[in-house]
């Protein structure tokens, strides 16, 4: 991963050194502004040696392809807009090793979505900037450019207005065969390009650099595939191996030429709305054709006329560029079965945001990125930090002059959903980020936006957080939310990671002021307890188990009323599976892992055990809903991952990177289970195995680091490790870091076996 600390102080920040040359072009006519306009741009410059190292930056609006020499360097370059609304993202790109001494044939194609939706900002113009540490690739009228005829939108229903993308269609008969090598692209139409900019000129704005890596090209891969034949067309079904972010390639055969092949996925009509597909029209003889906007589903659907015949069907991957690097598994085959799903999940929802669905939105809701990054750390490689800190920065830089921070953005959504936002910047979103990263800077650079948003927050007279006046005042999806205690539960969870930040940024008088509203918030939290619950008495539905888990999550709650919250939790169910996550943690901390366990498996066992669907749904009875009005691949419904991860596997971070940590595990439903994940610090892992007559641990402590493990046993007699009795060295006699009925010890680096005799 690249090193946080200095990206962060970078991200927000203009580049300095940029040729002066160098402006923003368009091609020539008046057709370059369109939704979804497609322009080709070449330049061929001529070098003396082969560089090892070329760096180009590179922006347009809204993504390009780029081409050297005919090889493919870039899939899909650029980062949907922006950083803050009328600002744009760049690439750096070393082009270094796709250049050769001589003639270097530079292509680009610009996709311009030319509207704005949940994801994206349109700035109105197309438009590419290409700046290179040498000036001959430099955008000017040197380059030459043309709106490429091929490329256009596809006739039917459009894609929701929730997405910016438009759906595409290429007609292969008016395609510019060899343009990106062509020796003389004059011949095929090319132009000089039109200069319409310089760098930083409106409307593409104060230019950041991109954040995260570029996207991962998976490569090309051949699909399984059947024909069924019908009446007036023919529909092919590829297979492919998961839910997954995929480009069309289609080969066929057309003896005439101009029939028109519908390219969809099973996703493209989902969740109740049009979603992304596209159009290809053939000319005479064989041909291939892949389709560039990214679709996703666990099917490519082609409908195409009689008469054609279909040679193969294949998809190139893209996406985020992680890798799974965590694993887990355990004797029970239906958790590692969630395990998968929800992993497979969160992988489909990551692009250029941790995204709530990767079919009808592809918005960054930060309620959904808050579970999202978690489950990241305990999953994937390190570089899956970078997409979450791009959003906390982009958060803060949407921010309205009034102080409220909303979501999705970036985007032309302009609402604010304040339980979200509250549980973004608190303990659970912002705070758990700086644990795992240590990235003290980025939290320096949000940390004026969430201040003043949480000026928005004032308490009543009872001492809760006052009624909230919002265009969305969303507590949950489902009935029963008693709001103002959901709304005072995580704005006292905000002010705790508030107070922390500000202890860790040396502002003292902040955290003595936010720490005096919690106490307040407390003290207004526990007059709603009425021996048997938490209840607003302005609210007057079921007794919500929403608020009873974030009452002990939050502290608010003392260990004095857990069995009659437990009692609440075992008989209410009205947490969304959004929520749910929050419930089964709450019931760990109560000691009740058993139950937490057996509710998430009765809740989400339809999800788990559809074998049509390798991902989790957005509600629990979306299916039963044939998916109208709510997903099948919302991550949100994988929370309870980071659960069994940092309750039931008990790792958890006690500073930040992960210097040191503990592993205490709740031995419960699992008779043996491991667990290991990639940390800032190097590889965490433990696991268990348990019997009538033992107790086996493992524990992987990284270089320089250090683990606080947690025994089950009072009893040190009983208990060796690596072999040895256990040496009274290694004992925590720290009164604040003891707990009764286990033996605490400090381990350092490498792996170590625990041994417990009953």
Not at 10 to 29: E, M, N, P, Q, R
Not at 488 to 496: F, I, P, R, T
Not at 630 to 639: E, F, L, R, V
Request: with cysteine; glycine share 8%.
């Amino acid at each position: 991963m690249r090193n946080i600390v200095l990206t962060a102080l970078f991200c927000l920040c203009t580049l300095a050194v940029h040729a002066a040359g160098a402006t923003w072009i368009t091609a020539a006519g008046d057709s370059v502004n369109r939704p979804n306009t497609w322009i080709a741009f070449r330049k061929d410059v001529t070098l003396s040696r082969k560089p090892r190292h070329m760096t180009a930056r590179i922006a347009c609006d809204s993504k390009y392809w780029l081409w050297i020499n005919g090889r493919l360097v870039v899939f899909e370059g650029q980062l949907k807009r922006g950083p803050a609304p009328g600002q744009s993202y760049y690439d750096e790109v070393d082009l270094g090793q796709y250049l050769q001494r001589g003639t270097n044939r530079v292509a680009i194609l610009v996709c311009y979505f030319g509207r704005s939706g949940f994801s994206h900002e349109d700035s109105g113009r197309s438009g590419l900037y290409v700046s290179a540490d040498n000036a001959a690739f430099d955008t000017g009228r040197e380059w030459v450019s043309r709106v490429h005829p091929a490329y256009g939108t596809a006739t039917g229903e459009q894609p929701n207005y929730r997405l910016s993308e438009s759906n595409l269609r290429y007609d292969a008969r008016l395609a510019i065969d060899g343009w990106q090598t062509a020796a003389q692209p004059r011949r095929l139409g090319f132009a000089p390009s039109a200069e319409i900019g310089t760098w930083q000129s409106a409307p593409w704005g104060k230019m950041t650099l991109r954040p995260i890596p570029l996207f991962r090209d998976y490569g090309v891969k051949a699909a399984p595939y059947e024909l069924h034949a019908g009446r007036d067309r023919d529909t092919v079904v590829a297979t492919l191996p998961g839910n997954l972010q995929v480009t069309p390639v289609i080969d066929v055969t057309d003896p005439q030429g101009g029939h028109t092949i519908d390219i969809w996925t099973n996703h493209s009509h989902m969740a109740g709305t049009w979603n992304v597909r596209a159009q290809y029209i053939t000319r005479p003889g064989r041909q291939q054709y892949e389709s560039l906007g990214w679709m996703n589903g666990e099917q490519i659907i082609l409908y195409l006329p009689k008469g054609l015949t279909v040679n193969g069907v294949s998809y190139r991957q893209t996406g985020y560029d992680t890798y799974v690097q965590g694993t887990f598994s355990c004797d029970n085959d239906f958790y590692n079965r969630f395990w998968q799903k929800a992993l497979n999940t969160l992988c489909v929802n990551m692009r250029d945001t941790y995204m709530d669905c990767p079919d009808r939105e592809r918005a960054q809701w930060w309620g959904d990125e808050v579970i999202l990054a978690s489950q990241a750390f305990y999953t994937l490689s390190l570089s899956s930090a970078d997409l979450m800190r791009k959003g906390m920065l982009e958060l803060a830089g949407w921010q309205f002059p009034n102080g409220v921070l909303h979501a999705p953005v970036p985007g032309n959504y302009k609402s604010e959903l304040p339980g979200q936002m509250l549980a973004a910047v608190g303990v659970y979103g912002f705070w758990n980020y700086y644990m795992n990263t240590g990235d003290t800077a980025t939290l320096r650079a949000v940390y004026p936006a969430v201040r003043r948003y949480l000026e928005r927050f004032p308490l009543d007279d009872t001492g809760l957080t006052a009624a909230y006046k919002a265009t969305w005042l969303w507590g949950d999806w489902g009935d029963n939310r008693d709001i103002r205690l959901i709304f005072a539960g995580w704005h006292y969870m905000a002010l705790e990671g508030m107070a922390r930040t500000a202890d860790l940024l040396g502002r003292p008088d902040d955290a003595r002021q936010y720490r005096a509203i919690m106490l307040k918030i407390k003290e207004g939290y526990n007059r709603c307890w009425n021996g048997y619950s938490y209840r607003h008495p302005e609210y007057m539905g079921a007794t919500d188990d929403r608020v009873q888990a974030l009452a002990v999550l939050s502290g608010i709650a003392d260990a004095s009323k857990y069995a009659a919250i437990f009692k609440v939790l075992k008989s209410q169910e009205y947490a969304s599976p959004y929520m749910e996550r929050y419930v089964m943690e709450a019931l760990f901390r109560m000691g009740q892992g058993e139950y937490a366990m057996a509710r998430l498996q009765k809740r989400i066992a339809p999800m788990v055990n559809d074998k049509d669907y390798p991902t989790l749904f957005e509600y629990w009875d979306a299916r039963k809903r044939g998916f109208r009005g709510g997903s099948s691949n919302h991550a949100w419904s994988g929370g309870g991952l980071t659960v069994i991860a940092q309750q039931l596997m008990g790792a958890q971070p006690l500073e930040p990177r992960w210097r040191k940590f503990k592993i205490e595990p709740q031995y419960v439903t699992l008779r043996e289970a491991s667990l290991s994940f990639p940390t800032m610090s190097g590889t965490v892992s433990t696991a268990f195995r348990r019997s009538q007559d033992a107790l086996s641990m493992s524990v992987g402590v990284p270089a320089r680091t250090q683990a606080l493990v947690y025994i089950p046993s009072a009893h040190a007699a009983r208990i060796t490790v690596d072999g040895r009795p256990l040496a009274a060295r290694l004992i925590v006699t720290d009164s604040q870091l003891a707990k009764p009925g286990h033996t605490a010890v400090w381990l350092g680096a490498g792996d170590h076996t625990i041994h417990i005799a009953r």
